[in-house]
């Protein structure tokens, strides 16, 4: 099956600089989704063109540095993210594509944007695109587009270049299932290859013996600005003092059968949706309003954890004690954010949840966690109702009532506005969160 990125490469060799940089300038196109995310316009030839004039050294060296980052990190407000995430922070005098790379764990996003137009340019970029692949095709694109530039170099005779010497690191690091491991919670930290505190690591991969390594990299993804993180330990003490019992059993599940798609098959936005769709349907809610009773029943718990504003401090989550007994922990003080994250777990142990006793709901952007949010949006507020009442009138002053109705906020309400097209992107301040 052919990938729906490629990074196409045709090689126009220049005169000076150093060996590596001058055999490997090339015409450097990325295609996605059918659209040439480098199409520009060359003022010096006053044309158009699909594939501009870079160093496909340079591209290969920052992608193979940052590899772990791309493949695994989500996208982050913090100070230093874009330097690994961003082609514009290549450097080395080549005017680069403004083309944002990140993932959320199954599905890698590329995000074109126009650059500025300046006097004296000679290369300005138009495209203005959004595309999402598999991880999986993002490997296998990158992988052979490093191994083209290795075999240039190789052609050209020239060896032991750094890109080479980071190259093999990596693929080394990949097929060594520890070392996957910590870089893979290296880059949901935000932090580059043993960059991060070693105590850090090793508590992480503790918790995961006790939590499960799935939910420790959730809350991993979810690390402060300092880079620390919930232990196993905190999660403990704060279920204890701030938790409310729940019962799994008597939690609600999906019969065998739903038909729901596999976890990555589609975007995380889709799966939670189809998850909430099947549940409201198994239920016979129709499009009816949830009451805080039927929500806090179908999660196995009393309804007094909604109205009761025990603050979790920055984390929601459930952690199981045996298969009988659970605590759970909201963090917002507010009825409808409580609501809407008690959804979030229940939509995690029915269609994101891989195990292990915690069932975190973080402010990370993985697909776990996006999923969970879909999920939540869906089953609290139907679209097909939402869309019926709203009649085609989506102003503020109708999302608001909506939202009331539904017991939501009114940014639920503007997040499925926007994920099935009845708003533009631009009226979703979380750019990419629904498409990705």
């Known amino acids: 099956m052919p990938s729906n990125w490629a990074l196409n490469v045709e090689w126009e060799p220049v005169g000076s600089g150093p060996p590596e940089e001058r055999v490997c300038i090339a015409a450097l196109g990325i295609q996605a989704n059918g659209v040439w995310l480098t199409e520009g316009r060359d003022a010096l030839a006053n044309r158009l063109r699909k594939a501009p004039l870079l160093s496909a050294y340079h591209l290969a060296e920052w ?16 100070i230093d993210w874009a330097y690994s995430h961003r082609l514009t922070t290549i450097g080395g005098g080549y005017i680069w594509p403004n ?6 764990g199954e599905r890698t996003a590329l995000i074109a944007k126009p650059t500025d137009e300046r006097p004296q340019t000679p290369f300005r970029y138009i495209a203005d695109f959004a595309a999402v692949v598999q991880a999986s095709e993002f490997e296998t694109e990158v992988d052979d587009f490093v191994d083209q530039v290795l ?5 050209e005779n020239i060896g032991n270049t750094n890109l080479a010497i980071i190259w093999q690191g990596v693929l080394k690091e990949r097929h060594a299932p520890q070392l996957t491991r910590t870089r893979k919670l290296e880059a949901l930290l935000g932090q580059e290859p043993d960059e991060s505190n070693p105590q850090t690591l090793a508590r992480l991969i503790a918790d995961a013996e006790q939590l499960s390594m799935a939910s420790v990299e959730e809350i991993a993804a979810d690390h402060r600005p300092d880079g620390s993180v919930s232990t196993a330990d905190d999660l403990y003490e704060i279920a204890k003092k701030k938790g409310f019992d729940a019962s799994p059993p008597d939690m609600v599940r999906l019969s065998p059968g739903s038909g729901l798609p596999r976890v990555g098959q589609v975007p995380a936005w889709r799966l939670g949706a189809a998850a909430a769709k099947a549940l409201r349907e198994q239920e016979k809610l129709d499009g009816k309003p949830i009451s805080n009773d039927l929500l806090a029943k179908m999660a196995g718990t009393q309804t007094s954890i909604i109205g009761d504003h025990k603050s979790g401090q920055n984390i929601s989550f459930a952690l199981d004690d045996g298969s009988q007994h659970s605590r759970i922990v909201l963090r917002s003080k507010w009825d409808d954010g409580r609501r809407f994250e008690l959804a979030r777990l229940l939509g995690d142990r029915i269609a994101g949840s891989r195990g292990g006793r915690l069932f975190p709901a973080t402010r990370a952007y993985t697909y776990r966690q996006k999923m969970q949010r879909s999920f939540a949006a869906e089953f609290l507020s139907p679209f097909e109702a939402i869309d019926e009442m709203l009649a085609g009138d989506c102003s503020t002053e109708s999302q608001f009532e909506v939202a009331e109705h539904f017991g939501v906020s009114e940014l639920t309400i503007r997040t499925l506005l926007v994920n099935h097209g009845r708003l533009g992107r631009e009226d979703l301040d979380a750019e990419f969160e629904a498409a990705a």
């Open 63 to 78: 992608i193979a540095w940052n590899w772990w980052r791309l493949r695994w990190e989500p996208r982050s407000n913090a």
């Open 99 to 104: 083309v944002t790379i990140f993932s959320d």
């Open 151 to 155: 075999q240039r170099l190789d052609s």
